[in-house]
């Protein structure tokens, strides 16, 4: 919700990261795999919330863009553990 609402998705964690407790991803547009056709760039995303010293859960929330909706997940997870 934020890259479509405000945009500065990273400078936003690091201002307020102290009152997020809950992260999810999602592509945009179309909330779709998080991947190259999409405008967020997850890696440097996933490195500000480490940063800040968050241990919680990042909550994959996307709509599938292949029949399988699981086929993506594995390399999101790998994407939210800095590989």
């Not at 909706?69 to 590989?83: D, H, K, N, S």
Request: hydrophobic residues 30%.
């Amino acid at each position: 919700h934020m890259q479509i609402m405000e945009g500065d998705v990273i400078r936003t964690i690091q201002t307020y990261h102290q009152h997020i407790s809950h992260y999810h991803t999602a592509g945009v547009p179309g909330r779709h795999e998080f991947n190259a056709s999409q405008e967020l760039n997850y890696p440097p995303i996933i490195r500000a919330i480490t940063e800040t010293g968050f241990d919680g859960f990042i909550g994959q929330e996307y709509v599938p863009s292949t029949d399988d909706p699981f086929e993506f997940l594995p390399t999101a997870i790998g994407m939210c553990r800095g590989q």
